[in-house]
Every structure is written in C-alpha cells, then in structure tokens.
RNA sequence: GCGGCCGUCGUCUAGCCUGGAGGAGGACACCAGCCUCCCGAGCUGGCGACCCGGGUUCAAAUCCCGGCGGCCGCACCA
C-alpha cells in the first residue's frame, strides 16, 4: 500500500477528510472536510493569512467577494473565451487532441485562440488534418469550458458563473479598495475562499478538485517603479527556469533572488518577492526545502492573462511533483480587459513632484475600422483605447499583432499611434499586478503525507505544532483513586486558556499514546499518582516519545508556548532539546 | 470522455467461478464494562457490510443488463 493510500485511509478513518456524498456512492471532485480536517485546514489558511497579509499589513488587505459572478465578468477577463479546451476524436482509434495544438503541429497555423469549433473543425477538414497516432479520420471540435453556469434568480436570462478563481473579485472591486486604502500603490488585495472548475475528469483524489479553496493575492504596483522595497536580493530560490524547461531539464538550480532578477528569469520583483514567501511558507508547514521547487510554465502552457508563470510544485510520493501555488506576472491584462467592457476609467493617478515634459504614444481609435468589426460596442471599444498606453499598445501589436482588451482584440487598422510631447503634472496608468495564488485542499494533504511516519508499527503524524489540529492530548494514568477527576481539571485549564484539548480515558495508557499520535497531537500529558502527591503532570512528545515531569501551575505556558509560538521553555526544553 | 480491471462492516478480507443450507464469517479498529497501568496488553459484551436500480429464477452477495463510483492506461488539468 503506498503512503498515499494511508494517508488517504488515515484521513476517512480518524476524520480529517473523504469523498462527498458517499452515501450515494460520492463524486469525484468534491470532498468532505471531517472534524481533524476542518481544523487542519483552518490552521494552514491562518498561516497563510500570517505570512502573506498579516506581515505584509502596510500594504496587503483581505476582502472577501461572492462565489456566483455575473457573466460579463468573465467574458471581459477572457475566461468565457479561454478557459476553454477544444477537443477533437479520431473517428478510427478513439483518441482524443487537444484540437488546437494538433492544429498547431501539423498545419503550422497560430494565434488559434478565440476561434469557434466550428472554424477550427473547419481548418481540420480544410488541410484534411489526420490523427497523428493512426492517420484515422477526425470527427467535429468539441469545446468544454471549465466554467461551472447557473443563472441568476429563477426564470432568468442572467447568466452567472461560479469563479474559477478568486482575482476577479479583486479586479472587480479595485477602484474601491484602492480608495479604501486612500490612494496608495503598492497595494495588495488578498482572499481566501472557495473557487469551481468543471474538470474533465478529476482524479488524484484530494490533488485535483472541482470545488477548493483558493488563497490568492493581487498585489498591484505602478510599472514605472516596479521596485519592491521588502525584498531581500539575497534569499535564493530553487528553480527550473524557462531555458530548461523548454529543454526538459528538471533539475532545479538554486539561485539568488539578486542573480534571477538580473537575468530575466524572474521578471518581476514582486513575483520574486512572493515566490520567496511561498518556500518559507511551505517550509512552515513541515515541507523541507529539498521537496520543493517552482518551474517556469512555458507560453503555451500558461493561461491566457500571465506574461511569466512559475508553479511552485512540491514533491509526493505517489503523483510526483505536484502544483500548490501559482505565481503569475498578470500585467495590465485583467483591468485592462475590465476597462473596456465596463468603459470604467481603472487608471489611478499619480502626482508628479513638478510639472515635467513626457513623450509618449497617443492612442487615437480609427472608428470606422472599429466600427466594422465591433458595431454597437465601436464606442466602448474606442474609449478604452484612449485611456491605454500608448507605448504597450505599439509593443504589443509589434510583437503579437494584436493588442487584448478582455473579449476585444484590437488590431493595426483599428488605431493610430501618434508620437505626442506634453507637460504634465501626473501620470495616470494601469498598475501591474503580481500574483501568488495557493490551493488549500492540496496542501492539507501535502502536509498531511509529509508529516506521515511509522514507528515500531505504529502511525505518526510529525505536523508542525502549530498546525496541529489537537494541540494538546490530557490523560489519567487509571480511572480510579481519584486520577480522573485531577486529570478533568488539567483538561479544563488548559482549555480555559484557549488550547484545543483532547481528554481520553478509555483504554490503556499505550493505546491513548497511539491514538493521539497518528492524528499529530504533539504533546500529551498524563496525571499520575505522584500528580496528587506534588501537583506535576508527565509531558510526553509524540516524535520523541520522551517525558518531562512540569507543574500543573506552568503547565499551560509551556504547552501554549510551544503549540503556538514552537518555542519550548522549561522543562519541555529538555524533552525537545 | 474511451478502454481494461474492480466495488462485501470504519479498515483489511472470506464467500462469488459451480445460485439455496445465510441469521453473510473472520481479523483489526471503534463503543461499553471488568481488570490493569507509562506506550495499539488481557477478558466479557456490543455496534457494524453485500455500491444503486432493473432483469432471470421457486430462490441472487453469487448469473445478466443499466447506472454510479474507484484504480490503471489514453486524453485533459485554464
């Protein structure tokens, strides 16, 4: 059996999570946070909240945004356009393609994205495309969007998708949080919440969900002063660059922040900055460095808002390495997407400390090449223009041939770029943002594999204290003369100072030990006769399985120290060392 | 979604091929009690399952069909 499949066992069997809906059989894709799970997971989204917002509180907030988003959200964001797959069968072998990229390989046809299936089924019986496992013929382009619909209110035209993830909300709302936070960049927008994606086939039990729990940050900065100031350029990162990645050479080089951003393999210093946070995270949750790397997606492979993605991937012993958090460079791409369709200025402005000469780029929209392939949105489309900026704008139909806002795609003939000097007093731009985003439920069950270790037969579950789910386990050595009753106070003092606390009395004293063990109580502490004689309790440690004898009176110190805080005062220092 | 294999107490499993004797057996876990007490000890008792639906048959855990779910492979994983 392998560890995951105990894992797996452990966690239905002593309820930290399972399948939804068993009692009619389940689905898969959606799990059931049980009593230890719901806590476990609760602590690791703390520890999140800890190293990305609380520590960052000058300049990160959390909001909290609805689940259910109406459909111009996402058809201005690109996701009712890209968050797409087109697939095509072979009529002969039964093999599925993605039907954009055997496209792609065998026509050497690009820029395939926003077309229809049936332009694509179309290309396919054009240039008589083949399957390229069998030379079989190919059936129609069929085209799955991973986006979960509903509509909104009975009876109603209004469509609303359930968020695949959660920066929309912070896209949405920005104009007001940025107010909120009176005016100032950089600014992060960060929450924690439940996210939908209608996945294919989900499998990898608790690895692939279609409901989870997204932790994400937008953190948006002006892209003239990309600097950021908490970043410390000697951190070093484990990484598999984009060069080797395209080169299938995995192995991760180590190097510093300083050296990344010098050679482009990390394009943004906030990315970088986040990325760092991430490793100590994970590392936080009992994921050593060694089992943890972050690998540059490649252009194909990245969605359709992000310039530079790393995953960060940790190391499992059944799925390999698995993605638990995505760092995206996402630029102006959302709120730009989001200025068109609204026809909201989202710009912010910045005052300049004196009246300056700039030279830039006047976007002026030629309306009736927009009017052509636009019609009635000409007019929405011609104001976003005017408020882009004009040196992205010519970089991006230089190099790409077009330039995206959300579902509009701007090509040469619909603008003019007029070379313009001006004196200006402030500036008025898009701001840049950079985004780290974690899945929850996958690294519940990567800290949960981690930790999983045997002992002489016996299960133990090595969590980091402070995310264990019990802090602490209280035991009466026998059930008689008087043990019980001493034992019921110690519990109640330890929960009176907020512990979560774990009072058993049946069964042997080993078997207690084992049951606290395999579900990572990291302390457990045991009256006995000599308590009733001198008021000291036994401490004993789930990794060591060494006790020290601590008075009742310190008792809720010495536990709350090291449950919280790891720190270990005396006496636990020497159980510990 | 396709193909292969599979689905019995919480877990692991016996039974299925060859339909009946079934009140579906065992082990571990769990619960209660006794005993004991510092590492899943012992004794007694208890709870607890044939994935769902249909069909064949006098009779279905067992045979057939459909569905659901799982594992593996293919594909997919914004």
């Known amino acids: 059996m392998s560890v995951a499949d105990r894992v797996m066992e452990l966690a239905r069997r002593r309820g930290f999570f399972w399948i939804s809906a068993e009692l009619y059989g389940g689905v898969s894709g959606f799990l059931d946070f049980g009593p230890l799970g719901k806590l476990l997971k609760r602590k690791i989204e703390e520890k999140w909240r800890q190293w990305f917002i609380v520590k960052n509180q000058e300049f990160v907030v959390e909001i909290e945004t609805p689940v259910i988003t109406p459909y111009k959200v996402f058809e201005a964001s690109g996701h009712v356009a890209h968050f797409t797959d087109y697939m095509v069968e072979c009529l002969k072998c039964g093999r599925k393609f993605r039907a954009d990229h055997l496209i792609e390989e065998q026509a050497g046809l690009t820029g395939l994205e926003g077309l229809s299936e049936a332009e694509l089924s179309s290309i396919i019986r054009e240039r008589g495309l083949k399957c390229p496992e069998c030379a079989g013929p190919l059936g129609e382009v069929k085209r799955f969007n991973l986006l979960f619909q509903t509509t909104i209110g009975p009876y109603s035209e209004s469509i609303g998708f359930a968020r695949p993830e959660a920066a929309q909300g912070m896209f949405t709302t920005f ?205 929405l489309v011609a104001n976003a223009l005017k408020m882009m900026p004009g040196a992205r704008v010519l970089e991006e139909l230089e190099s790409k041939g077009f330039f995206e806002m959300g579902k509009f795609r701007v090509y040469r003939r619909h603008v003019e770029l007029v070379k313009v000097k001006r004196k200006v007093k402030g500036r008025r731009f898009i701001p840049f943002v950079a985004e780290p985003s974690f899945g929850a439920e996958r690294l519940v069950y990567a800290a949960m594999e981690h930790a999983f270790k045997e002992k002489e037969g016996r299960v133990i579950l090595s969590l980091p204290p402070d995310i264990a789910p019990i802090e602490v386990a209280v035991f009466p050595l026998v059930n008689r003369n008087g043990l019980p009753e001493k034992a019921r106070e110690v519990y109640k003092a330890l929960k009176d100072r907020g512990l979560l606390v774990e009072y058993d009395d049946s069964g042997s004293i080993g078997r207690r030990y084992a049951r606290a063990d395999e579900v990572g109580v990291p302390l457990a502490v045991t009256v006995d006769h000599q308590t009733l004689e001198d008021d000291t309790v036994t401490i004993r440690s789930r990794d060591t399985w060494r006790q020290v004898r601590c008075s009742i009176q310190q008792l809720p110190d010495v536990i709350e120290a090291y449950v919280r805080r790891k720190v270990a005062i005396a006496p636990l220092k020497e159980l510990i060392e």
Not at 200 to 216: A, K
Request: proline share 5%; glycine share 6%; hydrophobic share 40%.
């Open 175 to 379: 104009s007001r949080v940025y107010n909120a936070m009176r005016n100032r960049l950089p600014l992060g927008i960060a929450q924690i919440g439940k996210v939908m994606r209608n996945e294919i086939s989900p499998r990898q039990g608790p690895i692939r969900l279609r409901e989870f729990t997204i932790m994400e940050l937008e953190l948006f900065y002006d892209p003239k002063d990309p600097k950021c100031p908490v970043l410390d350029r000697s951190e070093v990162l484990r990484i598999v660059p984009e060069d080797r990645v395209s080169k299938k050479l995995m192995e991760p080089i180590e190097v510093t922040v300083e050296e990344a951003l010098k050679t482009g393999v990390v394009l943004s210093e906030w990315t970088a900055y986040f990325m760092v946070l991430a490793q100590k995270f994970i590392q936080d949750l009992g994921i050593p460095f060694e089992k943890q790397m972050f690998i540059a997606k490649l252009p194909q492979e990245r969605a359709h808002y992000a310039s530079q993605v790393y995953d960060q991937v940790v190391e499992l012993e059944k799925w390999g390495w698995v993605e638990v958090s995505g760092h995206a460079f996402r630029t102006d791409y959302d709120l730009r997407g989001h200025m068109a369709s609204s026809g909201e200025d989202l710009r912010v402005y910045k005052q300049l400390s004196s009246e300056v000469e700039v030279e830039d780029y006047e976007v002026r929209p030629v309306l009736e090449a927009l009017k052509e392939d636009f019609g009635g949105e000409a007019g």
